[in-house]
Structures are given as structure tokens and as C-alpha cells.
């Protein structure tokens, strides 16, 4: 879901710039220098989980991992992202420097949203709840990013709903897994570092 | 730091598979020949990009001198529109875009040997001929016959050509040294948050 040079209009650009550069701030500050180790690893599978192509579905999707990295990270998940796609544009031309702040955006809000959205669903630290959070914060990630990346495109005269619709389909066998892999890293973070998750449960 | 461990671990498997499974970018590949342009257009994993809008630009001016859509084979090929350097950009579905650039040379050669049949070379009269004195050997028999040699060669250098964008496709690909170098780089911005931290606290 990266947006290459040139397809958006300066107005969009300069208000994703904007809405990441209040983001990353924000994330920076909430980082603690213990958990500086932790926003680098999960950078660096951000960067790479790129390179996951997953060969089902009508059009080319790659893993995002957003969900997972925003639940374990919260604001933080704003820097990671924008050096994993920053590293991207750079090295393998994916996206591009103009459209970085955009990008950014798209990818770290949703992950943002799944921080919180963990928190709220487990309230109740039921171990079905846990899992499901897990499993829908992954979803959210990826269909969360989708949206908005239709919603930046209908600048460019793609009607909205074409565009979304088209999007989520493509992204729809990448929602599955993302859920799975993060309801899956979810339990086992919970086993054997439950320091790293907002709200743990006995399993 | 058995998670620790285990992320490094899966670290390294992800570096492993993304030799063979790649992502997400659309390339556009165009040659000249015969008084066409021929044009390929695929997502960096090999799909094809089907139904994508190419548009063909001037190099120079950038005037819109035609568009069209690409095939279920991601392949789209136009007439030559005119004797410049053409700029053809591809615009596929969620925001990917690319171009190409071909040059002046390259539509200059498909247009004359494309004009082959009819009669030689248009642009040089008799007296022209007479008065510059010849520069190659084949120019004495004939112009024709530099033109037909040219176009044996052409055919004959196809292939070879075919071969050249294919390894032009492979170089688009992200190297490993691209990912381990992202990793490194990572690493390094990790080391300075540390340390910028760590000052603040102590």
C-alpha cells in the first residue's frame, strides 16, 4: 500500500506531512530509553515484512504488520514507521520521499488505533477476549490502512468508494493473516514476555 | 531475552524468503522497433498490471500526444506519434506509478528502418550524397543495403534484447545488501536514540 511519487496532489502531501511530523513527535516522546530497543526491532520487521509477498488475491499485497507494531508500540509506532518506509523508499524504491509523509500516516494510524482498541477490549482480561483482540488489531491495521489510502486517492478523481472497495478486496487473504500472526505473537509475547504487552492475561 | 532471540530468529527467516517473494512497486519496460513502441508493465512480483492507464508524453514538452490501457498480458503498444523522445508513464490501480523514458535515438531508429520498404532514405537527396564524401564502405553500393543490414541485425539482436530487460527487471528487485543495509541503518538510529536518552537521564 505505499503511494508512489507523484500520483497525489500537493494539498494531500503537505497535510500528511503535517498530521506524521505531529505523530512521530508525539511517539518520540512518549519512548522511553528502555523501550528504545524494542521500537527498533519491530522497525526492522517492519522493513522486511514488506518483502512478504503474499501470491493470493487479484492484485500484489505484502505484508504490513501495522497492527501488531502498534499494539506493542502506541505512538511509538509513528517513528518505526516512518524509518521502516522511509528505508523502503530509499533502498528499494517503494513509495517514494514525496509521498513518505502520506504514508506514514496511513500506515501509523491504524496502528495507533489497534493500541487502543487492545487496551478497551481487554477490560476484562478474559483469555477469548485476549486473543480476539489480537486477532482483530491485525485486522484493523491492514483494512484501517486500506481506507485511508482510498481516501487519498479520491484526490487524484478516483471515486471513493471504487477505490476503497478495490483496496480492501486486494487486501482481504493479508487482513486474514495479519490477524493471525498477530493474535499468535500476541499469545506468545503473553507466555514469555508479558512485560511488552499494555494489558496480559493467565492463559 | 528468549523473545528477543525468537524476533531475531524470524528476523532472518523473513530475510531468507524475501529472496524469492517480492513486493510491492510497478515497473514499465518500453522498446522501439519497426515504427512501434512496445511496452511491459508488471508489479515487482511478477504480476502483470492489467487495465493500467499508459500515457505517452514529449520528452521535452511534455504534451499528452496519446494514452491508452494495457492488456491482460500488463502489455500496451502504440504507433510512434513522432520523431522526439518520449516519456511514457504508467499509472496503475492504489496509487503505484511509473515511467520510462525512451530516447530520441531509439524512436529515430525504429522510424527508418520501418521506412525501409518503400524507398531509401528520404532526408539525404542526390546532391547531397555527391557532395559529402561516402564514410563507410556500404555507403557506396547502396543506402539500401546499410538499411536492410541494419534491420538483419535488428532481428537477430532481439533476443538479446529481450535477454537485457530481463536483467533490467532483476536490478529493480531489492538486493540483500539493500535489506541488510536497512537493518544496519536501523540498528545505528537505534544506538543514537540510546544514547541521546541515556544523556537526558543521567
Redesign the interface.
Known sequence: ????????SAPVLVTGVILTIGGVSLGLKK???EK??E???L???F???????V?IGP????LVLNGLIGLLLGWSAFPAIL??LG??AL????GGLTSLGVNTFNMAFPAVVSFYLFRVLNRGYNRYAFIFSGFLCGIIGILGGALL?AL??VT?GEAFLT?AK??VI?HLPIMIIEGVITATAVV??NK??PE?LTRKVKI | M???K???I??VL??L??ST??????NLFAYAENDMVYTESY???G?KAMDSTVEVFDAKSNKLLLSGKTDNNGEFSFKIPQATGLRIVL?A??????EYLLSEDEVRDAIGIAKLPEKSLPEKTETEKRQAPPEKATQIYDDRLELLMERIVEEKTAPIMKKLLKIEEQM?K?SLQ??I???G???G??GI??YF??RR?S
Open positions: 500500500m505505499h503511494i508512489s511519487e507523484g500520483v497525489l519512548m522511553d530509553y528504545i530497543p521500537v527498533a526491532v522497525t526492522s520487521a522493513f522486511v515484512a514488506s518483502l512478504i509477498h501470491p492484485s500484489s499485497a505484502h524509518v521502516g528505508l523502503q533502498l528499494f524504491q517503494f489510502v487519498s486517492l487524484t477505490a478495490l483496496i486486494a506468545s509475547l514469555v514476555r511488552l | 528468549d523473545t528477543m525468537s524476533i531475531l524470524g528476523l523473513l530475510i524468503l524475501s517473494a517480492l513486493a510491492h512497486k510497478v508489479f515487482s512480483d504480476k499509472t490501480s492504489m496509487g503505484h506509478k511509473n529493480q531489492p539493500d535489506i543495509g536497512g537493518l541503518y536501523i540498528i538510529l537505534m536514540g540510546i536518552k541515556y537521564k
